[in-house]
């Protein structure tokens, strides 16, 4: 297991593999655990008392309760009533009908490079305005100027080319329009390089925010859920890789997330007029 995990490690310097990786991964998610009440993807967030009093957590989330906070909270950063919502890296789709259903924008479209992501989200989230759509963040074929607001939550770490996704978010958000984004990265010197990535993408940054500790409170919380979750829905063979992938508690991603070495930040960027 060492030896794959140290191969996968070198290959990811190769936007051909992450984008092969990130692929494969999620089509093979959705194709063999499509269960109805998995929405989300995300680490999860808890909030801090100060943005709880601004704003209320989610109501209505039966399932995943802070990886719905994950969605609300960067939401919450930008008025979203009436405008033409796109999510980048959409998922099993529990954001975008969360968002559908709390901030009614006019229209949403949920984007993913995953077919089969895709093809489970619509079956899952049947909602008047939102609609799903296979594609990549690196090439979109919406047109220039046509998006009030672009979400992208825990997706592009993994794309090949992290330039030509920013590229693509400007072109297509109209001026003024924003891009809500919250990810991590697997060292402190690639968040810097990220936070590079987003000051030559010509869009402004309007807010930085470190969330490492909101995700970390998060992970612990649902611990035994997920865990239990884990143990119904995958097979015991993989019981162990999936663990690790969900970033249980002891696992690599919670430890080095938990000791600052993979840090998880929330940006709000605008696009200039
Ligand atoms: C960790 S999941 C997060 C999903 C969702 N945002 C959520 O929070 O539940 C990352 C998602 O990004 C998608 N993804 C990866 N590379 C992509 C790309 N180049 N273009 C669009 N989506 C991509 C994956 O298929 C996957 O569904």
């Known amino acids: 297991m060492l030896v794959v ?4 490690s070198v290959f990811k310097k190769f936007a051909w593999f992450k984008r092969f990786n990130a692929r494969v991964t999620y089509e093979v998610l959705a194709k063999y655990i499509p269960a109805a009440d998995w929405h989300f993807m995300n680490y999860g ?12 957590p989610p109501s209505g989330v039966k399932d995943q309760w802070h990886s719905a906070n994950m969605y609300h909270y960067l939401a919450c950063k930008v008025p979203l009533v009436e405008k033409k919502v796109l ?30 992501a895709i093809e489970l989200a619509r079956k899952l989230h049947p909602y008047p305005g939102l609609s799903f759509v296979q594609g990549s963040g690196e090439s979109l074929t919406m047109e220039d100027n046509s998006i009030d607001v672009v979400i992208n939550v825990e997706s592009c770490h993994g794309y090949g080319d992290v330039k030509k996704f920013l590229r693509e978010v400007a072109r297509v958000l109209r001026p003024g329009g924003y891009l809500l984004l919250v990810d991590f990265r697997n060292s402190v010197e690639n968040m810097e390089l990220f936070w590079q990535e987003l000051i030559d993408s010509g ?31 995958v097979p015991r063979k993989y019981q ?34």
């Open 87 to 116: 999510e980048v890296g959409s998922g099993r789709g529990g954001g975008a009908a969360y968002i559908v259903r709390t901030f009614s924008p006019a229209q949403y479209i949920g984007l993913d490079i995953a077919k089969n």
């Open 5 to 8: 995990n140290k191969v996968i």
């Open 45 to 56: 967030y808890i909030p801090g008392a100060a943005e709880v009093e601004s704003s209320p």
């Open 203 to 233: 869009m402004v940054i309007v807010s930085k925010e470190d969330i490492s500790a909101n995700v970390v409170k998060a992970i612990e919380s649902e611990d035994e859920s997920k865990r239990k979750k884990i143990a119904s829905l």
């Open 240 to 273: 162990k890789l999936f663990c690790d992938f969900a970033g249980v508690v002891g696992s690599r991603f919670y430890l080095t997330l938990k000791n600052g070495s993979r840090p998880y930040y929330r940006f709000v960027l605008r696009k200039g007029f």
